[in-house]
């Protein structure tokens, strides 16, 4: 039977009740018999993976000063040593980015995300069982690993299962668990010390290898490894009973079909494969010159200046206005579009890093007047900087890279498109921590700032002329633009 038939036939037996005018598209009347309840279990389950990626990313901040002024000098961490513990996570990140590469289009999205969970727990053990500073760093170093494959598998895993009405919001919530993480590991580092915090953060990628026994492959991993009736099967847990799934499992399979399911160099040429992937990469390295983690590196001195003594509890206000902010960019993803936050993202941190730079600016010219500190106005205006730049960045450029990264890329590219990507935002991350002080030498406090709001200016600019709108389009479709056909 042919395939545009029976996708008719599907459709008319399951929506004909219902839209009797005949208008409804196929697409509508698919919809409109999903049921999501056990999509948001697989998606649930998946984003456990970046709640630990937060754990390690967070865990530093509670646990340096703590390590720095222990009574045993083997685990006493020196000025030198507390910098290497915090950023040697970006070196095993990066390296997890390319092993992800690599498992995802090997063994497939779930097995990779279950595999990642031991690099985590293993990391964790090894710090828990510490007995001299190498131990921390090689427990840092795999913690990193499985947070560089976690970047990954999971926006991919989430954006193959889900369909286009949710996959906005359900993306999103992976920036979502990632600063949820860091907050929650800021608010035990209140009341645990260093060790029961390790142990608390080996809890979620514990419950992601239980919990991943139970969920499906993706379907369209499924398909272009020839396996239909497997996919059928993930399918129908994912849509729910009444969701005529063949119709599709057909569109998937038809797109496998035409562009081939083997990843070749070669494939490079094809703008269907090099322009989401230049548009990815770009995406994470605008992410990491907007200035977020200078920001952040400022963010307790700027407290302290506003006479907030508690510098812990500022950096739990800090990653609660992330949550917050991020969790509203969830839940209007997919009404608002990409492209509108990207550019109200862009725009707000345009202006406050701006408005940081003048705030450098005023600071050093009042110090070069021999005054004593910085008026309190001006403290203020840093406050209020910094809060619009966090809300910013968490509404828009935190979340929605990650987001478009999984939407664009082709299924056949994904393992080798998405270690670039990865590996390009790590590398970012790295070369822009690492160069930020000597930026803040050579340009002054205010000229880094003044850099990072141009820097903002060209990402909405880039947003706007290069960025798609992928919000309501089914993958394939976002597969067909690029390569300049007409999708499923």
């Known amino acids: 039977m042919d395939i545009q038939t029976e996708r008719r036939r599907l459709l008319d037996g399951e929506a004909g009740d219902e839209d009797p005018t005949g208008l409804m598209s196929e697409q509508e009347a698919y919809l409109s018999k999903v049921k999501n309840g056990k999509l948001y279990l697989a998606s649930f389950a998946a984003v456990l993976g970046p709640m630990s990626f937060g754990f390690v990313l967070g ?68 710090i828990i069982a510490a007995q001299n500073v190498w131990m921390f760093y090689v427990g840092r170093v795999l913690t990193g690993i499985a947070s560089g494959i976690t970047s990954l598998v999971v926006p991919l895993y989430i954006s193959e299962t889900a369909h286009e009405k949710v996959r906005g919001t359900l993306g999103s919530c992976v920036q979502l668990m990632v600063v949820s993480g860091i907050m929650g590991v800021y608010l035990a580092g209140l009341f645990m010390d260093w060790r029961w915090l390790a142990i608390c953060c080996s809890i979620p990628p514990s419950l992601v290898m ?28 994912l849509r729910g009973p009444d969701a005529p799934i063949e119709w599709e499992c057909a569109r998937i399979e038809d797109a496998c079909d035409e562009q081939g399911s083997t990843f070749h160099l070669s494939d490079l040429t094809d703008p269907g494969v090099f322009k989401p992937l230049l548009i990815s990469v770009l995406l994470m390295f605008f992410q990491q010159m907007t200035g977020i983690n200078a920001i952040m590196f400022y963010a307790e001195n700027i407290f302290e200046q506003a006479h907030f003594k508690e510098s812990d509890l500022a950096s739990v206000i800090v990653a609660l206005i992330q949550v917050v902010f991020t969790g509203i960019a969830a839940l209007i993803m997919d009404r608002a579009g990409r492209k509108v936050l990207l550019v109200v993202s862009g725009v707000a941190m345009m202006i406050s890093t701006t408005t940081f730079g003048v705030y450098f600016y005023l600071v050093s010219k009042a110090a070069s007047t021999a005054a004593a500190e910085p008026p309190p106005d001006l403290t203020w205006l840093a406050l209020a900087s910094m809060a619009i730049f966090i809300a910013g960045f968490a509404i828009g450029w935190g979340p929605i890279p990650w987001l478009i990264m999984s939407e664009v890329i082709p299924i056949r590219v ?49 947003t706007v002329i290069f960025v798609p709108e992928t919000k309501g389009k089914t993958l394939e479709q976002i597969e067909a633009i690029f390569r300049g056909t007409s999708g499923p």
């Open 210 to 237: 239980v919990a991943m026994c139970f969920m499906p492959e993706t379907p369209r991993f499924l398909l272009s490894k020839g396996k239909r009736r497997e996919a059928e099967e993930a399918l129908r847990f």
């Open 414 to 462: 994904r393992g080798f498109a998405g270690a670039t990507v990865v590996l390009s935002n790590w590398g970012m991350a790295f070369v822009v921590t690492k160069s930020f002080q000597d930026m803040m030498i050579l340009l002054t406090s205010a000229g880094t700032f003044w850099l990072f709001a141009c820097m903002c200016a060209l990402n909405v600019v880039f």
């Open 59 to 126: 865990y530093s901040s509670p646990a340096i000063p703590e390590l720095s002024r222990i009574s045993d000098p083997r685990l006493r961490l020196s000025e030198v040593q507390a910098s290497w513990f915090g950023s040697i996570v970006t070196i095993g990140a990066a390296l997890g980015g390319l092993l992800g590469g690599w498992m995802v289009q090997k063994i497939g999205r779930k097995l990779s995300l279950m595999f990642c969970t031991l690099p985590y727990v293993f990391g964790f053990t090894i």
